[in-house]
């Protein structure tokens, strides 16, 4: 029992991750209808650029952590601009998700060209005993992790339903011909996407690296789970991303103390292939969701 | 009524392929009046709509608003500086609710700009709050302020006709297109229809072109008739002139009067 819980937790820190991932996923998709394959890189920059400012220039906390977000943003403003925008009017989707695979290889050399290929921590955000729960150890970051996440889903979930800005990008993944008819900028709000997927993808690196390391090659396996995560929810729907994170999360993380840690990856892939084979529209999805948009 | 012109269509031209939808259309709509555009189908109707609005671009010509020409703007802008519309196939955001479908409509009208929303909650606040005041209002106005909660795509489609229409006007439009507005509709709902695009004349002072193929509607609330047949204008007129027109009739009426 106290076992058990003890990889319950464990699952729900990597899980929130992969749920940070896996609505930065959506938030493209549903703007834009591409899948950003470079969406776990984000997660490496937010945990070496963290360093890079907390022990590298030994800045405050609280600096070095806006500072990580604000060269997160930018990456991803820079991304959209540089090769998203300038593909988006021919409408090719298929061109467009490769090109985002060459902007996780390029974003991938550059930090193996800055850092190296050694891992990466810091310190945890408090120190102090670890909680003992039920017989469970639970390290204060861990809570930092899973709290961190909460606030960025609450964030988002006041941003999307609460503010004119939040609906309008809501208003294109509905409708997006009657949304430039309300005279709402599309390509401002592509934009948008690309710097907020970014940002809260940088949020799980900053958050996970004191407890998981965080290395330069780190994004392409974090980009799959993610993605996993996305689709167990159905592609496009927030709260489907969150509770596929978690579920993919605890799985690995049993799967990994009960049957093999050498399976642990392999669980992700698993229920990929099983849910692109079966439910496509993920495990909470509706069939009638999956539709193909155009620009 | 008043005489000054609002949109002009001149020497519009549009083909697909070899099919040459549009020739070189020419067309004035007065401020303030309610014009209907007729014509059987595949007469190059809603095409016409699209290139007004921006979603379609002509082969040549130039559509003339407020004496400006839109060759450059694209959608967006042209809906920014007035110019909106709704569709035949509803395009409402079927999964929000009514009240944020037509809040959507105001969604440049907010005083604080995209990156200042981001940063200055309380004007924002205050900012949405008048938006969804302004959007209830809309609504009164639509007598469906009580299904405001409602998910758009759970309504009648009558009633989805009507959000779609209020979320055109939450964006103060000066000219407001109309395509099919009564496709789908019953009698009972077309009559309605009917009073509140006058109402919208009257009480807003918008200017509305409007496409439909109830005769009954179009002949009742209009005040001037273009008519279109193969791309071409074939006539135009006050509805009782379009009426007696013989070439229309042939082209359009024939078979039913």
């Known amino acids: 029992m106290t076992l058990l819980l003890q990889f319950i937790f464990s699952g729900l820190t990597t899980g929130s991750v992969y749920a940070l991932v896996g609505i930065g996923f959506n938030i493209v998709y549903n703007s834009t209808s591409i899948i950003n394959l470079a969406q776990g890189e984000f997660v490496v920059i937010g945990g070496l650029m963290m360093w890079f400012f907390f022990v590298g220039l030994k800045l405050p906390f609280l600096v070095s952590f806006t500072l990580t977000l604000a060269v997160a943003g930018l990456v991803g403003f820079l991304m959209e601009r540089l090769t998203i925008r300038p593909l988006i009017k021919k409408g090719d989707l298929l061109l467009m998700i490769m090109v985002t695979i060459a902007v996780s290889i390029l974003i991938r050399g550059l930090l193996m060209f800055k850092f190296g290929k050694d891992p990466y921590t810091y310190p945890p955000f408090t120190v102090g005993e670890p909680i003992v729960f039920l017989g469970a150890v639970i390290s204060q970051q861990t809570l930092w992790v899973i709290g961190i996440t909460c606030i960025c889903i609450a964030i988002l979930y006041l941003f999307f339903n609460k503010t004119m800005t939040g609906r309008a990008m809501k208003a294109c993944s509905l409708d997006i011909k009657a949304a430039r008819l309300m005279g709402i900028n599309v390509s401002q709000i592509v934009m948008l996407s690309f710097i907020i997927s970014a940002v809260i993808g940088a949020v799980g690196g900053i958050a996970i690296t004191p407890i998981s390391l965080m290395e330069y090659d780190k994004g392409a396996m974090l980009s799959v789970k993610g993605f996993c995560a996305a689709i167990m929810g159905g592609l496009g729907r927030g709260r489907g991303a969150v509770v596929g994170g978690f579920t993919l999360g605890i799985l690995e993380s049993l799967t990994a103390g009960y049957i093999h840690s050498g399976l642990k990856d392999a669980v992700a892939l698993f229920i990929m292939l099983f849910i692109l084979f079966l439910r496509p529209a993920g495990i909470f999805g509706r069939s009638e969701i999956m539709r193909l948009r155009k620009f | ?257």
């Open chain 2, 1 to 257: 009524m008043a005489s000054e012109v609002i949109l002009q269509v001149i020497n519009v031209s549009k083909s697909f392929g070899g099919l040459r939808v549009l020739n070189n259309v020419n067309l004035s709509v007065k401020k303030g009046n309610i014009h209907a555009l007729i014509g059987p189908n595949g007469a190059g109707k809603t095409t016409l709509l699209n290139i007004i609005s921006g979603l379609e671009k002509s082969d040549n010509g130039e559509i003339v608003f407020k004496g400006k020409s839109l060759r450059r703007l694209s959608s967006y802008k042209r809906a920014r500086i007035g110019i909106t519309r709704t569709f035949q196939n509803l395009e409402l955001f079927s999964d929000m609710t009514v009240i944020e479908n037509v809040m959507a409509g105001m969604y440049f009208k907010r005083e604080s700009g995209f990156i200042a929303s981001g940063l200055k909650l309380r004007k924002v606040r205050k900012d949405e709050k008048d938006i969804a005041n302004r959007s209830l209002q809309i609504l009164d106005f639509f007598e469906l302020s009580h299904k405001k909660d409602e998910i758009a795509k759970n309504l009648p489609i009558g009633e989805q006709r009507l959000v779609e229409l209020a979320r055109a006007i939450a964006s103060e439009p000066e000219l407001i297109l109309l395509d099919e507005p009564a496709a789908g509709l019953n009698i009972k709902e077309t009559k309605t229809l009917g009073i509140l695009i006058q109402k919208i004349r009257q009480d807003m002072g918008i200017t509305v072109l409007l496409i439909d193929h109830d005769m009954e509607l179009v002949m009742k609330i209009c005040d001037f008739i273009t008519v279109l047949n193969f791309g071409e204008v074939i006539a135009e007129g006050e509805p009782i002139v379009i009426q007696k027109d013989p070439k229309v009739i042939t082209a359009y009426l024939g078979e039913e009067f």
